[in-house]
């Protein structure tokens, strides 16, 4: 029962399309869908590392402009008279490159910042988001400022006998695409989470001291944590930036933090179905709002909604509904123990 | 004569303005139980915090199996084989306490980023010894018939002995333990004072102790090396430093009954 | 080029100045507390609203303005700690940063809702001509802005070192077991720094929105300049903090000057990430406080 229902409810995603086949309702769940898969990676590192990490928004934008950019081409001087050309790439390398370069980011940041932790490490964090948006703001002959990128190809799918790739233009072809990543990052976390590398970030997160004590390496299993946080961080960016197809430096923007934050926190931070459940709470809530509200009301809502879940319901949304059932939360356990002498 | 496992080189350590400990020299040699006795404040805790790394001496040096340990951090210390319990009950308290020796089995393992992201065959057979191995730790502790209750809910002495666990399970060839049976009833203390006998006859693991209960120390010990205000004052089998002048008036003058407690049947 | 100098060391001091109000007032409440308190930019930005309410829609004298703009961002700061940070006094650090971000989210929208997208501009008595000394020149108002900053600093300093609560709020600062062992309302306490820490960032607003425009998302960048510079001085060490609100005055204005102006915003996050990475414990590190 427990292996079947997440494959049941994936069944269930992937026939969305077909069993509603409205343009509107797909696009804004395949934008709520990518701001999952953000909640999702920021989970790895808020809920099982116990780091706040403010700027995550940074590693989803990253993800956007690299990709972006490898896919459209630059040609940027650097000074003394020399110029870095690149010309456009296919769509997949920027795909690679929105989740390598956030990652390789994510590695520097994590050896930065996890000298300090806590308060300074919340910190520091935002400021990294906040240095980045200044930067595509002002790097006008780069990232074309505030004007924005545009014009960034949909990606596109080939497999042998095509005579052509298609490209994934309609919503309900963008809808599948975010659903399968959503799907892979999922399980990516969930490879992590079970491995000896989650115990080790459970462990520092439970207790440093005694997480050192019994030889667990601090920064490394952080850092480690980060750089696969950042790396599906920048997949979620990049394909928002390959659906909305133009991308301006708010993609930064301190509120898209925010946005992952809550919908992980409401979830459950700390389990897997956490992000996934608080996201598809408030990953449609801007969509729904529209027409009746002012954007104030949503972010107003967005900000209440933080306020009474960590003062009422501070572990989530999945930890709550699953002490329901005290039975089942006993059983598991002992599957543990059982499986262990088995 | 081999070089002792763990040698205390004249560390000094100044916290603030605060001496807590002025100069301090002794040896572990391998396969024996020494343990560190002396008043509250005499500097016990602050030599273990030294030792693992949590703490730099501000003079001296700690050598194990003739190598320097000062200036590494904890966990690498840990790799070394040098672990320790802490004086309070520390444990990964909203775990399971299998959960908790998996977690403490991490040195015993290997596998990296790609082994755990892709399962490889090699990260799941790991994966499957780690689990047998912590099945082994708990029953070496007791605790295998506990090992799906969540940490925090243990029995106190239950918590002890699974602490003891965690600093046993990345087989340590020296294990510092602070104050292992503090707050445990006469029974518990025994069963304590058996694990570590065991610990070292089975497991062939060194032992550093601080302890308070002198019945243990004394019925335990191969050495016994007495601090008081950060200096030590006397050093050798438990008999010997039993009669020492000096640790008497040391004990007498912190403590007025301790003499009693001194005295207590070997 | 000396002359070009003597400017911005002009321009960055009077900056500082104002810099100084905001982070000591947000490294008080974090030394106090230990909250991170993601309002501060909000309650900065509700101080230059009030002045522009008051002076502009209600007609009240300038001077008075600022001083009601301030004692409003005391009450806000009051009822913020009362209703929010009160419940969670034993909460961890990570739930109460996460609420004062739903606050923060709360205040800066309802703002951009009463007052609307479009940047306000607050009337002054003063004239818009330069006083020109030599080779440097400033504005009267900005002089004034000035001095009004370093008299507050001062008036808080006498705050702190004078009054019975202020002497409490330094006990609680160093240890606020022993101090409520020793009688210590520690409750009364905290609301007060953080009313009397949103006052120093509403009146930072009353003063600099005059300067500037007033806008609703006036607070984002400078709730973050604020974390500069108490990150520049050392988390909860208010000497620190003045040294920072004038280091981050005098880095803006010198990077402006020689290096770029479009990136006169970045040059303090930079440099807050370059401390970090050299010097953890902040620029002015009285004593160690990580984590």
Known sequence: MRYFLPWAFLALLAAVPILLPDPYTLSVLASAGIFIIGAISLNLLLGYTGQLSLGHAAFFGLGAYASALTTLGFDIGIGFGQRITLAPQPVWFGFLAGIVVPALFGWLLGRLAFRVRGAYFVIITICFAQVLRL?????????????????????????????????????????????AVAAVAFLLVRQVVRSRIGRALVA???N????????????????????????????????????????????????????????????????????????LLFGPLPDLLRGSAPPEAQWIAYGVAMILIVMFLPRGIVPAVASLWPRRAAAKPAAVAVEAEG | MSPPLLAVEHV???????????????????????????????????????????????????????????????????????????????????CTVFENALMALHLRGRAGVFGALLRLPSARR???????????????????????????????????????????????????LDEPAAGLNPSETAECTALIRRLRDERNITVLLVEHDMAMVMRISDTVVVL??????????????????????????????????????? | MMDQALQHLVNGT??????????????????????????????????????????????????LSLVLATLLGVALGALVELVLLRPLRHADIDSVMLVMIGAALVLQNTEMWVWGGVAKMVPTPFVGTPLVVGPVSVLPLRLFVFAVAVALLVGFWLLLDRTRIGTAMRATFQDPQTASLMGVRVGLVHTMTFALGSGLAAAAGALLGPVFVVSPTMGDLVGLKAFAIVILGGLGNLPGAAIGGFALGYVEEFGAGYLSTEYRDAFGFLLIILVLAIRPQGLVAARERIG
Do not use: C
Request: charged share 15%; net charge neutral; aromatic share 8%.
């Open chain 2, 126 to 176: 790991e994966e499957e010894r780690l689990r047998a191995e912590a099945v082994a730790l708990l029953e070496l502790v007791g605790l295998a018939d506990r090992a799906g209750t969540v940490a925090s809910v243990l029995a106190y002495g239950e918590q002890r002995r699974l602490g003891i666990a965690l600093a046993v399970a990345a087989r340590p060839r020296l294990l510092l």
């Open chain 3, 14 to 63: 009077v900056l500082g100045g104002t810099y100084a109000l905001l982070g000591i007032g947000l490294t008080l409440i974090f030394g106090v507390m230990r909250v991170v308190n993601f309002t501060h930019g909000e309650l900065y930005a509700f101080g230059a609203y009030m002045v522009y309410a008051l002076v502009s829609l209600l007609g009240l004298n300038f001077y």
């Open chain 2, 12 to 94: 000094a350590v100044h916290i603030g303005g605060l001496v807590a400990i002025a100069d301090m020299s002794f040896e572990v040699p391998a396969g024996r139980i020494v343990s560190l006795i002396g008043p509250n404040g005499a500097g016990k805790t602050t030599a273990f915090n030294v030792i693992t790394g949590y703490m730099p001496p501000t003079k001296g040096r700690v050598l194990f199996e003739g190598q320097p340990l000062s200036g590494l951090p904890p966990e690498r210390i840990a790799a070394r084989g040098v672990v320790r319990s802490f004086q309070r009950t520390s444990i990964f308290g909203a």
């Open chain 2, 228 to 266: 008081n205000q950060g200096r030590i004052i006397a050093a050798g089998p438990p008999d010997a430093v039993r009669d020492d002048p000096e640790v008497i008036r040391a004990y007498l003058g912190a403590v007025p009954e301790a003499d009693g407690v001194l005295h207590a049947p070997a």
């Open chain 1, 208 to 279: 440093e001291t005694l997480a050192r004590s019994v030889g667990i390496r601090v920064t490394h299993y952080l850092v480690i944590a980060t750089v696969i946080s950042a790396g599906i961080a920048g997949a979620a960016g990049s394909l928002f930036a390959h659906s909305v197809r133009i991308v301006d430096p708010d993609v930064f923007l301190f509120i898209y933090t925010v946005t992952m934050v809550i919908m992980v926190v409401t979830g459950g931070k700390g389990t897997l179905w956490g992000p996934v459940v608080g996201g």
């Open chain 1, 204 to 206: 520092l997160r439970e």
């Open chain 1, 135 to 179: 930067l595509t703001l002002n790097w006008v002959e780069l990232t074309q400022g505030p004007m924005a990128l545009s014009g960034i190809p949909a990606l596109s799918l080939w497999w042998p006998g095509l005579d052509a790739p298609i490209a994934l233009f309609r919503k309900d072809q963008i809808y599948w695409l975010v659903l």
